[in-house]
């Protein structure tokens, strides 16, 4: 498959804002910053609003169901290595829960977006199903961060207790 100059602009002018997101993401990245456990449900609470009116724009067959059923679960366990790889702390004196992402979490979803953005382009070209490939990335997106936010609230949790009862 040979492309033409207009999709190598396009993919060059990607990559180059990818890039230049991922370089301020990853300045930032080296600064703790508050967490509140009681806000975690807000991020995958707007995916599960997203996910519900992709699937409801275009209902999915029985194996279009069965797939996004497995992109969910594909992305609750990627999401839940994802915040595994969140580094968590706690303040002595104030007890302030922080959080600080990782290198290699933020090149999880990089690479999570890339697939996606290929797939997207080469899906029609491919004769897939591009809707339901969106589908199926949305049930993706909304399984990553809902066990990711889980697993940060179940380990918040903990070492909130472990600090509190140290004091």
């Known amino acids: ?4 100059t207009p999709h190598l602009i396009q993919y060059g002018i990607t ?6 997101i991922l370089a301020l993401r990853i300045r930032r990245m080296s600064k703790a910053r508050p967490l509140t456990l009681e806000r975690l449900w807000i991020v995958p609470t707007l995916y599960a609003v997203l996910a519900a009116a992709l ?3 275009a209902v999915p067959s029985p194996g279009g169901w069965a797939l996004c059923a497995a992109a969910l679960a594909i992305g609750a366990g990627l ?8 580094h968590l702390s706690v303040d002595p004196a104030t007890h302030q829960l922080n959080q600080k ?3 290699g979490g933020l090149l999880f979803i990089v690479v999570l ?3 996606r953005m290929v797939g997207k382009a080469e899906g029609s ?3 897939l199903d591009v809707m339901l490939l969106t589908q199926a990335f949305g049930m993706m997106a909304l399984g990553l961060f809902s066990a990711m936010r889980v697993e940060m609230y179940l380990r918040g949790k903990r070492l909130l207790q472990q600090a509190r009862a140290v004091a």
């Open 101 to 103: 992402a990782s290198l």
């Open 15 to 20: 990559a180059l804002v990818v890039g230049l």
């Open 1 to 4: 498959m040979q492309l033409d």
């Open 55 to 57: 699937l409801l724009q």
């Open 79 to 86: 999401g839940w290595q994802r915040g595994k790889l969140m």
């Open 125 to 127: 070209a491919l004769h």
């Open 113 to 115: 977006v890339a697939a």
